[in-house]
Antibody, heavy 120, light 113 residues
Framework: QVQLVESGGGVVQPGRSLRLSCTAS????????MHWVRQAPGKGLEWLTI????????HYANSVKGRSTISRDNSRKTVYLEMNTLRAEDTALYYC?????????????WGQGTLVTVSS | DIVMTQSPDSLAVSLGERATINCKSS????????????LAWYQQKPGQPPKLLIY???TRESGVPDRFSGSGSGTDFTLAISSLQAEDVAVYYC?????????FGQGTRLEIK
């Protein structure tokens, strides 16, 4: 079955950078778009970014555009999210999720998430 | 950006009764090219990631009980649970995947009365 395992979260000081990783198994990774979605403590879901199956197309939410980069390595079945200039409001559980199809905006499977805490 | 607004924010329903959650988008999510509504519903139970319930506004995901149904078109949508079970206690989110940025509603918390 589809498995998505996020890593790279932790406590980070404001203004610093962080790279999250998500390793996939149970499906043909190179055929699917991948997303990152976050959820601040006690809050709702906020979509962040998508990368197409071949990595050529990316979209970002306004809240992270310009200070985040999504990338993928299909040989490693891994998608990454690099975030720069972190702020307290970036504190959240970050989910990796699969799109239904090569460029699909529909999210159909989720990982368990990795927690990022931005604090001095 | 398309703004998704759910109502109510919270809802308490008796076991076996019907629950309905509404979702309104600030612009249409109905595609003229395929005549489909790019609207999904997710269920999130405490301590778990979200789970896809409904897509194309009314298509149930595989394995989702048939007491869950979705309806609506254009800008107004509804998720209905025909006979509430204890395991349905969760927060429910609508999401538009018509265009980027993808956006979610604020969530509706469903509890047992």
């Amino acid at each position: 079955q589809v498995q998505l395992v996020e890593s790279g979260g932790g406590v980070v000081q404001p203004g610093r950078s962080l790279r999250l990783s998500c390793t996939a198994s149970g499906f043909m990774f190179s055929s699917y778009a991948m997303h990152w979605v976050r959820q601040a403590p006690g809050k709702g879901l906020e979509w962040l970014t998508i990368i197409s199956n071949d990595g050529t197309t990316k979209h970002y939410a306004n809240s992270v555009k310009g200070r985040s980069t999504i990338s993928r390595d299909n040989s490693r079945k891994t998608v990454y999210l690099e975030m720069n200039t972190l702020r307290a409001e970036d504190t959240a559980l970050y989910y990796c999720a699969r799109g239904r199809g090569s460029g699909s905006f529909l999210v159909d499977s989720w990982g368990q998430g990795t927690l990022v805490t931005v604090s001095s | 950006d398309i703004v998704m607004t759910q109502s109510p924010d919270s809802l308490a329903v008796s076991l076996g009764e019907r629950a309905t959650i509404n979702c309104k988008s600030s612009q249409t999510v109905l595609s003229s090219s395929n005549n489909k509504n790019f609207l999904a519903w997710y269920q999130q139970k405490p301590g778990q990631p979200p789970k896809l319930l409904i897509y194309w506004a009314s298509t149930r995901e595989s394995g989702v009980p048939d007491r869950f149904s979705g309806s609506g078109s254009g800008t107004d949508f509804t998720l209905a649970i025909s006979s509430l079970q204890a395991e349905d206690v969760a927060v429910y989110y609508c999401q538009q995947y018509y265009n980027a940025p993808i956006t979610f509603g604020q969530g509706t918390r469903l509890e047992i009365k």
